[in-house]
């Protein structure tokens, strides 16, 4: 499986992004879908995970109520909605799925927010 994660970039403090994961295999196929990141330093941290059997996410404490997790079944495609951003969510954010308990990843977009 293949991800192909886009739509990072540099905002300011406050500002909203929209990130894009597109899997080379049906969203359908998956288990679980997620968001993470990676700030400098520190570890890889989830941000949002998506059961496709449940269709519910759950989020991360200090993202809940500004991040919203989403598909597109029809263009095969999962979204990452970031509001109200800020300095702290700084960081390389990478889509991840399971698939028969098998991890994939995909390559990293880099978040930038500005104070």
């Known amino acids: 499986v293949q991800l192909q994660a886009s739509g990072g970039g540099l905002v300011q403090e406050g500002g909203s992004l929209r990130l894009s994961c597109a899997p080379s295999?049906?969203?359908?196929?998956?288990?679980?879908m997620g968001w993470y990141r990676q700030a400098p330093g520190k570890q890889r941290e989830v941000v949002a995970v998506?059961?496709?059997?449940?269709?519910?996410?759950d989020y991360a404490d200090d993202v809940k109520g500004r991040f919203s997790f989403s598909t597109d079944g029809a263009k095969n495609t999962v979204y990452l909605k970031m509001n109200r951003l800020k300095p702290e969510d700084t960081a390389v954010y990478y889509c991840?799925?399971?698939?028969?308990?098998?991890?994939?990843w995909g390559q990293g977009t880099q978040v930038t927010v500005s104070s």
């Open positions: 991840s799925v399971q698939q028969r308990r098998r991890y994939y």
């Open positions: 295999e049906s969203i359908f196929s998956f288990d679980v």
């Open positions: 998506f059961s496709v059997s449940g269709g519910t996410a």
